[in-house]
């Protein structure tokens, strides 16, 4: 078995083991880390400006470059998120939840670190597991349908939402917002527009790109400049930290290496579900982390393993998200939807057929993958040497520069200012989030869960021929359901005995008052 | 004096001359509208039929991917574009044809447009799990009166209108899942979630995993000649849809030529066969005035189709 693994991989490594072939990987990774790094920007412009150039590439070469985009880019996010606290995607929304605070206190370089180790390992074992398992999860996978489907949302979602947010009104209130939102555009089923007050643009719906530039980076832009002097004064502080304070310690590793594996392994079972996605996963995994640790206090403030969980499962997604593409033929992310247009170009059918008629290509995409993984730890170590500095640099330049990557961003991206002119209405909507307390985090899941909510809720209706009693055929689904009905029924209880605790306290002041 | 005026005249005629000249279409880059998200079958085709028509005509060809609507986002704004050739459309002659007579949001008409040419025939057809008990439509017909309702996936509006014909002419249940993508449509096959599914062509990618019951048009489907047609079965639903290359109405007889020309060549290059021989939509070059033909024919089907669909529910 094992032999009959190694050989043709050992194989595949010959077959990309030339200058143009390595050059195209590492050239792709760049880009990806670069652009991931650029706030505003992400692996959907990436692979998009790429494709034209792949077409006149040797197949192994163009699917690999692409293929180095999305892993560098994945990974190019967390930089932004934790030295300016703007996500390049909401994957990495998490990560800046304990990067930024990190950065603050002079200890970017640790919060970078950990967060490249993070993206890497994750990436490397989520790349082995599909070499490995390819053809065998695929199938598996294929038993969740649109039911399963909604009951692992509808888990993560109670999930995410009870755990991303201090107050749970004010998180809850978020969360059915961003869900409200997430239903303008042509209803699925029977293509009824939904509040699109006649505009054309909004009958796609509320594209998520405008409104997560507009409620992650812009908005805290605003915040930024209305406090620079606050924040001036940090960095002349963060010039003056230790360098060994900055460095990663044994300890760092001991609380982030738990945190690590979970986050592969969340990243990975998500990656191979279609239909999820990273944010998802490194959400999911933040949130796991912080509840298993002995000192959930310290999350949101600094804590290094948060850097860890979110980025190693952000990242463990992309190749896991392949295995349904090189096993059937079937695209599990939009990333690899893009990657079935290349193979198509390049005269090739992904599926189980590939692995017959064109097995060594494989085997060097293969290959091809786990340089990349490499080529990523190199680059960022690189890249970061650089892009810290940032950390040191003052507001009043940085924001210009980050307000004209996310107007460019956003005008490639959507394609037209009508974009422009959403990202700049939800820079407002993001800043009077944060000015009051309300969570961004729950009202992004929300917005980005709702459609696949709503969807699969739609599809297992039918599905269930509109029974309950017809659940008993999907084991899956009532796990995950009672997984989130304890979710809710904890969280309930939580907020109870809060409220209990607080009233007790209310009477003695009362009490002592009347006294 | 005489001398001035022949020079004057002489002028005059090369300054037009090169005026000609300097009018030759293209003489700066062409836009390529996409009603679709990168990654899908009309995308793939449009993105190499791009490259090919960029290299005839000496121009980059920009491709715009403007999702929405079933392609209806992206039709409706190039019917606002001047009719230049300067702004073009790779669409699915569905879009035009068929799906603003189901949404009202859509306001345009095939009237609209200018056809420069066609390049590849959809394959729709309904398509059902291999391992699935029935093996030809009046078995699924036989098997959902035993069975059903029918769990059916559909993508467009047009497949359900089809299903919703064929359930009331043979009284059978049918439950319609709506679904995003052809992605989609073939995992939920693959993982027997659906009894049926209306596929446009992307099922022949699975020989294996998925069989083709009938064809959901007129016409034959080209991999799988000896599954039927509708029509042969006795549903009175006919409707053929192309890859085609739209311009806004009005675009000037020169330009047009050029365009088509354009297409004709791009769809020799072995790199447009190449894609099309893989995605298993077969190749079959029409010109401007046949394409805007079978264009109106298949306006005049959707319009009956609609019409009997209104007539049936009330």
């Excluded at chain 1, 200890?107 to 390992?121: E, H, N, P, Q, T």
């Excluded at chain 1, 989520?126 to 969740?144: F, H, M, Q």
Aim: charged fraction near 15%; glycine fraction near 10%.
């Amino acid at each position: 078995m094992m032999t009959t693994m190694l050989d043709p991989l050992l194989q595949g490594f010959a077959a990309i083991g030339t200058w143009s072939s390595l050059g195209w990987i590492v050239l792709g990774v760049f880009i990806g880390y670069t652009v991931g790094a650029i706030p505003g920007m992400g692996k959907g412009i990436a692979t998009a400006i790429s494709i034209p150039l792949t077409f006149y590439l040797s197949p192994i070469a163009a699917i690999s470059y692409l293929i180095g985009i999305a892993k560098g880019s994945t990974a190019g996010s967390a930089v932004s998120a934790i030295l300016i606290n703007t996500p390049g995607e909401p994957s990495s929304a998490p990560t800046a939840l304990d990067g930024y605070p990190l950065a603050r206190q002079g200890k970017a370089g640790k919060a970078l670190r950990m967060g490249l180790y993070a993206s890497v390992i994750g990436d490397l074992v989520s790349t082995i597991v599909l070499i490995g398992l390819a053809a065998p999860l695929a199938r598996y996978a294929l038993a969740i349908g649109p039911v399963e489907q909604f009951a692992i949302l509808l888990f993560s979602l109670t999930f995410i939402g009870a755990l991303a947010s201090d107050s749970m009104v004010k998180g809850l209130m978020s969360g059915v917002l961003g869900i409200l939102l997430a239903t303008v555009g042509l209803e699925i089923e029977t293509a009824v527009p939904r509040f699109v007050f006649g505009q054309l643009e909004l009958y796609e719906g509320l594209s998520v790109i405008p409104l997560a530039i507009g409620m992650m980076a812009t908005s805290e832009m605003v915040m930024q400049i209305s406090r620079h002097r606050e924040i001036d004064a940090q960095t002349a502080r963060v010039r003056e930290v230790k360098v060994s304070d900055d460095r990663l310690t044994l300890e760092d590793w001991r609380v982030s290496g738990p945190a690590i594996l979970r986050g592969t392994g969340i990243g990975v079972f998500i990656g191979i579900l279609p239909g999820l996605g990273a944010s998802v996963a490194s959400f999911m995994s933040y949130g796991v982390t912080k509840k298993l640790s002995k000192t959930p206090e310290r999350f949101g403030k600094g804590a290094i393993e948060g850097v860890a969980a979110a980025e190693s499962a952000d990242n463990a997604v992309i190749p896991a998200s392949f295995i349904p593409l090189f096993a059937l033929g079937i695209p599990g992310s939009v990333i690899a939807a893009i990657l079935i247009a290349a193979f198509m170009i390049q005269g090739l059918t992904p599926g189980p057929l590939l692995f017959q008629q064109d097995a060594a290509l494989v085997y060097g995409i293969y290959a091809a993958m786990i340089v990349a993984s490499l080529v990523l730890l190199c680059v960022g170590l690189v890249g970061q040497r650089f892009f810290s500095r940032i950390v040191t640099v003052r507001v009043r330049l940085i924001v210009p520069v980050v307000l004209f990557f996310c107007m460019f961003g956003t005008l490639v991206q959507g394609g037209s200012t009508f974009a422009v002119w959403m990202m700049i209405a939800f820079t407002i909507v993001g800043f009077l989030f944060k000015k009051l307390g309300y969570s961004f985090v729950t009202f992004l899941i929300g917005f980005i869960l709702g459609p696949s909510l709503e969807l699969t809720l739609r599809q297992s209706l039918p599905l269930l021929n509109y029974d309950m009693a017809n659940l008993t055929g999907h084991p899956i689904a009532i796990v995950f359901i009672a997984l989130a009905a304890l979710t809710a029924a904890i969280v309930a209880l939580r907020a109870r005995k809060d409220a209990a605790a607080r009233a007790i306290t209310l009477t003695q002041t009362s009490r002592e008052e009347l006294q | 004096m005489k001398l001035g005026t022949l020079t004057g005249l002489a002028t005059a005629a090369l300054l037009a001359v090169a005026g000609a000249a300097r009018a030759e279409f293209p003489e700066k880059p062409i836009t390529m509208l996409i009603g679709y998200a990168p990654g899908g079958g009309t995308d793939t085709v449009g993105r190499v039929l791009a490259k090919g028509m960029s290299e005839a005509l000496g121009q980059p060809i920009n491709v715009v991917n403007m999702p929405g609507a079933a392609g209806g986002v992206a039709a409706t704004t190039l019917t606002a574009k001047a009719p230049d050739g300067y702004t073009i459309l790779l669409a699915p002659t569905a879009t035009i044809t068929s799906y603003p007579l189901s949404n009202e949001a859509l306001t345009y008409k095939p009237e609209d447009f200018t056809v420069f040419a066609s390049v590849a025939d959809f394959q729709p057809a309904l398509v059902a799990p291999a391992s699935a008990p029935y093996d030809s439509f009046d078995e699924f017909v036989a098997w959902a009166k035993e069975n059903g309702p029918a769990k059916y996936a559909i993508l467009t509006p047009t497949s359900r209108m089809i299903m919703e014909l064929i359930e009331q002419q043979e009284s059978i249940a049918v439950n319609y899942i709506p679904l995003r993508s052809g992605g989609d449509m073939v995992n939920g096959l693959m993982g027997k979630q659906f009894d049926i599914a209306y596929s446009g062509g992307v099922h022949q990618r699975y020989p294996d995993d998925i069989k083709a019951l009938v064809s959901a048009s007129g016409r034959k489907l080209v991999l799988d000649p000896d599954v039927p047609t509708l029509p042969e079965l006795g549903y009175d639903i006919d409707g053929v849809s192309s890859f085609v290359v739209f311009g806004p109405a009005a675009v000037e007889a020169d330009v047009r030529a050029r365009l088509e020309a354009a297409v004709a060549e791009a769809f020799k290059g072995e790199d447009v066969q190449k894609v099309l021989t893989n995605t298993g939509f077969p190749a079959r070059f029409v010109g401007g005035d046949e394409a805007t033909a079978e264009m109106m024919t298949q306006y005049a089907s959707d319009k009956k189709l609609i019409e009997r669909m209104g007539a049936a529910l009330q």
